[in-house]
């Protein structure tokens, strides 16, 4: 809780720009690339404090072989994409260790002040009276990296692809975040967190576009027990490879699940069974950073629509999977700046 605590008060009030930042006398831009370097530099800001240079270019490379080698062939030989993806993760492990270490010495010499940042939450964070594990920190940030970097890329691309496309959705999304302008004065330091949690809609259709195309199509998981499924046998150890879309377009799940309809996720609690729905997977090991994901997402998509329309350069381009849903091209989008501009940057 203490985590999402601080990702709440950080990414309110400190991130803020770095969307339009990225925009400022652009009137075109490739969705794919910006969201992929937006998503990477709040990450790393909130989790280490990083500014922006070679280090964090070099990161942002490493964690993209490491995608793309989730996914290969393993086949550990020099050369190729597994291999690259195994070296490139110990770059990560060791850059991220170095971060680590290098707060702790900080806070120790500092008799425990902390920095704002994920990593000094981690280092004061104490379960069972026992302070985590270097590793498990590690792991955690990690995990965080690429839930708010890679998923969120995808799905604020996806999400832009399809407000360019369907005006009812784009004009009842720009609805629900001018009620929101209007109780901060479209001074971004007035938007808090109470102004997060009314963008229901807005997040019902970011539910709704990872229903029809997951971020992550699939994944593998060990069996705990013999188990008998559609008339197989499957012995405890084996590995089993799942995918969301077997659930996803299920019509006794999702009742026409080939139209798209934000209304599914109105009350997920009752509408949707449980592990059903899998974008960030589900139960005790579903995705830790969720919660960031969600509010960066809604944020971004804060500060776009409010200041731009923008129509797609190629329309009716296709999706690719390397190994996430991305638009072949990489999304070229005319931007339209607002001219009832309705927030303060």
């Not at 994409?81 to 010495?105: G, P, Y």
């Not at 992550?216 to 490879?241: E, M, R």
């Not at 629509?305 to 190629?314: H, L, R, S």
Request: charged share 30%; net charge neutral.
């Amino acid at each position: 809780m203490a985590i999402y605590i601080y990702i709440k008060n950080y990414i309110l009030y400190e991130d803020y720009g770095h969307t339009l930042q990225e925009l400022k006398g652009k009137d075109t831009v490739h969705v794919v690339t910006m969201m992929k370097k937006v998503t990477f530099k709040v990450t790393c800001s909130m989790l280490f404090g990083l500014p922006d240079g070679k280090e964090k270019d070099a990161l942002l490379e490493d964690f993209t072989i490491t995608l793309k080698g989730s996914w290969a062939i393993p086949l550990d030989f020099p050369g190729t994409i597994f291999r690259k993806a195994l070296q490139a993760r110990e770059r990560i492990n060791t850059v991220i260790t170095e971060f680590v270490r290098r707060r702790k010495k900080e806070m120790e010499e500092s008799e425990g002040r902390s920095r704002e940042d994920i990593i000094s939450c981690f280092l004061l964070l104490r379960d069972a009276d026992e302070s985590l594990l270097e590793v498990e920190i590690v792991d955690n940030i990690v995990s965080l990296i690429k839930a708010s970097h890679d998923t969120a890329a995808i799905v604020l691309t996806l999400l832009l692809r399809h407000l360019a496309r369907d005006t009812h959705v784009y004009d009842t999304v720009l609805e629900e975040h001018k009620e929101i302008i209007k109780t901060t004065e479209g001074k971004v330091e007035k938007l808090g967190w109470n102004d997060v949690q009314k963008m229901k809609y807005t997040w019902r259709v970011a539910q709704e576009l990872m229903r029809v195309t997951p971020p992550v199509f699939g994944n593998v998981k060990k069996t705990t027990k013999d188990i008998s499924y559609g008339g197989f046998d499957i012995p405890k150890g084996w590995q089993l490879f799942w995918v969301a879309c077997a659930t996803h377009m299920d019509e006794k799940i999702f009742p026409e699940p080939e139209k798209f309809d934000p209304s599914r996720f109105e009350n997920p609690t009752k509408s949707v069974l449980p592990y059903t729905y899998l974008p960030f997977g589900a139960g005790p090991r579903d995705c830790p950073g969720v919660d960031f994901a969600r509010i960066e997402m809604l944020l971004i998509i804060h500060h776009l629509i409010t200041n731009y329309k923008w129509t797609e350069m190629i329309p009716n381009e296709a999706l690719t999977r390397e190994p996430m849903p991305y638009p072949a091209m990489g999304l070229p989008i005319k931007l339209h700046p607002r001219r009832d501009t309705i927030n303060s940057t």
